[in-house]
């Protein structure tokens, strides 16, 4: 078995499917499946159960894991303390988000600018040729790591270092809390730009046509949620018990979520950011904030939510969270840089 097996598998574990965990390691589902089918083999045990909402581990599994989760700690460990050459050293880069698009679309350019860069680095230094001639040296190797995940998730993964950037955001309703939190952790807030609270549902959901949508017509549908914390970010506790939104179906991954608001005709919140779409003509009103809110997939749609609430703003503050004073390396000013451009944000920090 190798190490890159074992990433592959703590992979599948924290995102509790073979379809999420394929695009966060950057492979291919059905390479990803047979690499772990052939450490299964090898051991001659199963490692993960699976049905149609995921993977979960078997008693051994879980077990399996854990040691592995330790043996994989200490290889880090181990080239962090002696590859010492910019050459041989591997970095890492890992973001923390809650559900936003505009994360993952700008992980990907980074993932692939850097890959580019590492590539083109190595030919220059093996040819002879004209892109070559200069000997330019290539620079260090990544492991990238993009973690979407509930507020409290996010905060601890940037204050244990697993990683370097978090998304989140500041309501009225949770800015006390997520501040102590912060504060807690000696973790920073970085502003970036004001969002909105949307709807989260299906195309083919029967309130998909409309232009915005209220807690009233969504009371007879199923509210469907990855966070349970999440919610009351949105509305007071009073709204949350007049429409029944404190007795959800919790879910434990994004993918469960998504196949739920599908089969079930369910629905979430999502605080959303408005972009500037070139050359798009309002049409529908869903379709046309679907594209403004920067979810591509076609799937799924946004819907601004009418806030039944005069105690709580629907107009949060959307930003970044990284250890307190400390100085961001040139790959994560570069990724917060590819954030400000995606949703149009004056002020870039390289």
Do not use: W
Request: charged share 25%; aromatic share 10%.
């Amino acid at each position: 078995m190798t190490l890159q097996q074992i990433k592959y598998i703590l992979g599948v574990a924290e995102a509790g499917s073979l379809n999420k965990a394929s695009e966060r390691l950057f492979i291919s589902q059905p390479s990803l499946s047979s690499s772990v089918h052939d450490a299964e083999n090898e051991l001659g045990f199963q490692i993960f159960f699976r049905n149609a909402r995921g993977v979960k581990p078997t008693e051994q599994g879980e077990s399996f894991i854990r040691d592995a989760r330790i043996l994989y700690t200490q290889y880090e460990d181990l080239l962090k303390k002696h590859c010492k050459t910019q050459t041989d050293r591997v970095k890492n880069f890992s973001v923390s988000t809650l559900y936003y698009s505009f994360a993952r679309k700008a992980f990907v350019q980074i993932v692939n600018e850097y890959s580019k860069n590492s590539e083109s680095a190595e030919g220059g230094k093996n040819s002879k040729g004209a892109a070559g001639e200069k000997g330019r040296q290539p620079g260090p190797k990544y492991d990238f790591s993009f973690c979407e995940k509930k507020a409290s998730d996010v905060i601890m993964d940037v204050a244990s270092e697993k990683s370097s950037i978090g998304i989140l955001y500041l309501s009225e309703a949770n800015r006390d809390s997520i501040t102590r939190a912060l504060e807690n952790a000696a973790l920073e807030f970085h502003h970036l730009t004001e969002c909105n609270a949307f709807v989260y549902l299906h195309k083919n959901h029967p309130l998909s046509k409309n232009e915005s949508l209220s807690l009233e017509e969504l009371k007879p549908y199923h509210f469907v949620t990855f966070d349970t914390d999440d919610v009351r970010s949105f509305f007071s506790e009073e709204v949350i018990a007049r429409y029944g939104l404190d007795k959800a179906i919790t879910v434990a991954d994004r993918s469960t979520e998504l196949s739920l608001l599908e089969h079930l005709k369910g629905y979430t919140f999502l605080s959303g950011v408005f972009e500037e779409v070139p050359g798009f003509e309002l049409g529908e009103g869903a379709d046309t904030l679907n594209a403004a809110a920067g979810e591509n997939s076609e799937d799924f749609l946004l819907i601004p939510l009418k806030n039944p609430d005069g105690k709580i703003s629907h107009c949060f503050e959307l930003g970044y969270i990284t250890k307190r004073n400390t100085r961001l390396d040139n790959i994560s000013l570069k990724y917060i840089d590819l954030v400000r451009r995606i949703l149009n944000i004056a002020g870039f920090t390289c």
